[in-house]
């Protein structure tokens, strides 16, 4: 661990004990352990004799075998019961009372917050005969949902075709998200970035893991920090549910809540291994590529173990998982003969190790106490598409330590209650490929060398979390009241342009060159460049889940939040800088003065459930929320940071200035020359009334019964967000790139402010049989419009009700998993889905602001959509595999996955610039066909 390293980790240690412990101290004066709503789920419904008379006092009793786990409970004056805060699981259910036939419903599956309704009709048994025994396997299927939510099942976890094995990626089986290749489901459909003068890394919703909210305050925060990386193994993730739409005021909200819950041990011992692999030669030529890529692969193994320490009451879990790939990533270039010999294809390297350890201990039956760990260590490089050398990469080293203690309490039938206490340790180290200047040939939009622009990057984030839930059943409500403390501090050492950043008008031609130098030492990289924004969250919520009949469900609730320092309130900007902007024109409220507000939130929650048939067949469900997100941290750093690591910018001799070099400790010395009050530094000023990004999400829908084990679901949803953080610049060049708009003391000046909205609205299907007999499908269909508008800082009307860059109309996914004679398996998912619109800019600065980029073809962004069923993403993941069973438990699965199976051409990218004699054709594409071949030992006590 380097001085950097160890210094923000005491601080953050530090800070985090004198600004806690008064918190804590409150927190744990509520009841000891609570109860977490989000991944527990209940069985209840109505017990009656022959003849449809409510049986009161019924003796009802759920067990788990797997872990020795029960609960019970008894009927009321109604004949209803509830069993509340059960861990998912297959349960044996039993109703026994005296005087009549004993049933048991066999392998009732809970699944993550599911509330399965069982009623049980008994009939009497005469004085001199023995009680019988009657059992029937359960066909439950969870009808009363209040969220527009999608389990995902352990065998779809298991047995589906998952190319990056990113569990995310399954967030497509959830009809309104999008995924594209194998990556991490898209749910920001109702919250999409504008693209050009869009927002500043701001990524929505939330990531539960074993009940603790995980999301961090980066872009792309989740565990990692990037929704895109693979920071949970497959092999532990159990059970998953994707919340688009929900309703509970114990989410933070956003929009959308991704609930994961991790293996347990249990009572059996198991083990599990894998190896999956792939080479060139199982991959087709990609449709623009003009010869096939060679010399990559990818290899992955892991192993997982389970089992019980004592039987009955303690058991571990632990995993290990490894990826090591180098993946050819295919580079678009000019067509231009001065560009020819750059490299169209490179080599993607990708290495990674996730590890976990889980205890759980169950001393009886009304504790269950987990002490977990999920780590992730990076070792690789990463290219950004669309670039043009493998130099526009950078190597990526992270560590990430997640640790969660959560115990949790059930005294009686009527009572439950869970305590959470995590700590989290992230941090990215990144550097540049190679130390060459990054060089920007203007005329042809066209970037070469590495990204030292961005890099290099240490970043640090040490999280605490302490939550507490309590639920309690008074008569026909159930109430639900908790709180969370979260502290968070955020440090970076990140200084911008270490190496040139050289702007060309073509090639030989150099207009401008920009370094990073910092305000104390104008020849070496100094301190200036590091950040540290500490930030508290605090959050209360309240709810009643009333039960007012048999038939109608209605809950409503309140959530509080507030965010304390996320915007590092104390910053006040100097006097010099303060005035040489407010002379620029800058309005007031862009200057900092230390005040800015802290965010407190009240966001109210209503939604309900009506059995409509009388028979749990067909329910009518909806609700309305309003959520708040935190805000996010790219400009508030960036402005933390640019008054202190400014970046000289030095006209060469082409603009009449400095004789050209790219050698940054002679630009340095031209910049020390120069001194720091006559450098013009880039600058981030955000407005010092800015608020929290607001969603108000609402739905109607609809269950309906098909069948016994077959579910149908349409729901009408619409999603409004407003507030969202985006930025322009206020200080562009003009007149071709010559001089800046309003001032020469600064370079770019980014005004961010609370001017982003945009609004979804959507109809989505499904038809679902649950995993049963071996097999399952599931059928989706989403017909949506995604609108946005963005106002720039003191501009009002600038894109108004514009198409957004996620407004994808049509989407349809079919999967499903079936067992076939002789052990063979297939499963598959099916995806068609119509072109998103696209920039298309006229190819000229109309403006004259020295930025091409934004003039668009008639005024406004994403005016131009691919045409054609040749330009729909079309794709079928296929898996097939055959399994040997060893006996004594043993078994090997023998598996192929063939990813885009028909060699769909799936274009990622078009040529937008109207100028173009290409304008319109695809330059950039998904991947071709993909063959990877595995194999799955398996042993599992017991099982024959």
Known sequence: MNTFTKLTLFTSISQYFSNTMLIIAFLLALPLSMKAQSTFGSIEGTITDEKGAPLIGVAILASDPSTGLSRGTTTDEDG???????????????????????????????????????????????????????????????????????????????????????????????????????????????????????????????????????KGRTAGASITGNVNDVWLSQLVVDEMRFITHGYDAQYEGGTEVTVIETKRGTNNFEVTAFANGYQDWMRAQGPLEETKPEGFYRYQSGVFASGPII????????????????????????????????????????????????????????????????????????????????????????????????????????????????????????????????NLYSNYGFFEGPMNIFWPLEQLENQTNITNNFQIIANNHVFKIGGSYEYSDLTYNWPLLSQPFIIYAEPGVPLLGQIGVGRTDQTENSNDAFTSIPAHQLAFFAQDDWQINDRLLLSYGLRYSSNLGHLNNDFVLDDTNARKLTDAGVPEEFIAKGDRKDYHNIAPRLRFSYDLSGDDRTVLFGGYARSYDRPPL??????????????????????????????????RGYAASLGVDNITPNVTLLSNDIANPVFDDFSLGVNQRIAPKILGTLNFAMKNMSNGFASYNFNPFIDGGSTRRVTADYGDIFLADDTWSSSYRAMMMTVRRNFSDGWMFQFNYTLASVKTELQRPLEE??????????????????????????????????????????????????????????????????????????????????????????GSGNSVEVRVDAFNLFNFDNFSAFQVNRMAPNFGDPVAAFNPRRVQLGVRYHFKQGQQ
């Open 80 to 214: 209803t019961y509830q069993l509340l805060s059960l861990p998912r699981g297959a349960y044996n259910v039993t109703a026994s009372y005296l005087g009549y036939q004993t049933v048991e419903k066999q392998n009732t599956k809970l699944m993550i917050g599911q509330i399965l309704r069982l009623d049980f009709q008994m009939q009497e048994t005469t004085v001199d005969m023995e009680e019988v025994l009657v059992i029937a396997q359960s066909d439950a299927v969870e009808m009363r949902q209040t969220s527009v939510a999608t389990p995902i099942a352990t065998e779809q976890i298991e047995y589906l075709p998952v190319f990056s094995r990113n569990i995310l990626s399954l967030g497509q089986l959830a009809p309104g998200a999008r995924s594209f290749d194998g990556n991490a489901a898209d749910f920001n459909s109702g919250a999409s970035e504008p693209g050009v003068q869009s927002a500043t890394g701001a990524v929505f919703g939330q990531y539960i893991v074993d009940g603790l909210n995980t």
């Open 311 to 438: 039987r009955d009451k303690l058991f571990f879990a632990a995993s290990y998982e490894r990826n090591d790939e180098i993946e050819p990533t295919a580079f678009v270039i000019p067509d231009d003969p001065l560009f020819s010999d750059y490299e169209r294809l490179i080599n993607n390297e990708v290495g990674y190790t996730l590890w976990s350890a889980k205890l759980t201990a169950q001393p009886n039956s009304r504790n269950l106490i987990d002490l977990s760990w999920f780590a992730r260590r990076d070792d690789h490089d990463v290219v950004l598409p669309g670039a043009n050398t493998r130099e526009f990469g950078w190597t990526q080293d992270q560590v990430t330590d997640n640790f969660i203690l959560r115990h949790r309490y059930t005294p009686n039938s009527k009572i439950n209650n869970e305590f959470i206490a995590s700590y989290r340790f992230n941090q990215w180290l990144t550097t540049s490929l190679s130390q060459n200047p990054l």
């Open 634 to 667: 790219n400009d508030v750093n960036a402005e933390a940071r640019g008054f202190n690591w400014l970046q000289a910018t030095i006209p060469f001799e082409a603009l009449g200035g400095f004789p050209f070099s790219t050698d940054p400790a002679v630009l």
């Open 797 to 886: 009307g600038v894109f108004e009700d514009v198409n957004a860059s996620t407004d994808e109309r049509h989407r349809f996914l079919l999967t499903g998993i079936y067992t076939l004679p002789f052990n063979i398996r297939i499963s598959g998912i099916i995806t068609i889905a119509s072109p998103t619109p696209r920039n298309a800019i006229t190819g000229s600065d109309d403006n004259m602001d020295g930025d091409p980029e934004n003039d668009f073809l008639d005024g406004q962004p994403f005016n131009w959509r691919p045409e054609g069923f040749e330009n729909w993403y079309r794709n079928f993941d296929l898996n097939l595999a055959k399994t040997f069973n060893l």
